[in-house]
């Protein structure tokens, strides 16, 4: 089994910064993907960044571009969301979620094992 648990939300006026992180454990030997999604209130859970173990090949949504940097730390088992110039928009619970393999899949459906969320809000 998988565990997943994601830290870091808050509240940040718009323009500030957040860093989020993922911690896996369980049994997690093996390449594997680590991606985030969030959900804002009333929406459907949207991809937002995905992190490749074996080279960090990422992949993000079009609307974090350039604002969002996903990075991973190996030895601690550890994803980290880097979130910079946050929006209004940007608000939402992210979850965290995990897969063996290494596909970065943008839809929820292929991803195993998912954290409870942190919410994270952001003022105008």
Do not use: H
């Amino acid at each position: 089994q998988v565990q997943v648990a994601e830290s870091g939300g808050g509240l940040v006026q718009a323009g500030g910064s957040l860093r989020l992180s993922c911690e896996v454990s369980g049994r997690t030997f093996g390449p594997a993907s680590t991606g985030w999604f969030r959900q804002a209130p009333g929406k459907g859970r949207e991809f937002v960044a995905g992190i490749k173990s074996n080279n960090g090949d990422t992949k993000y949504a079009d609307s974090v571009k350039g604002r969002f940097t996903i990075s991973r730390d190996n030895v601690k088992n550890t994803v980290y969301l880097q979130m910079n110039s946050l929006k209004p928009e940007d608000t939402a619970v992210y979850y965290c979620a995990y897969n063996k393999g290494l596909l970065i899949a943008t839809a929820e459906m292929w991803w195993n094992s998912w954290g409870q969320g942190t919410p994270v809000t952001v003022s105008s």
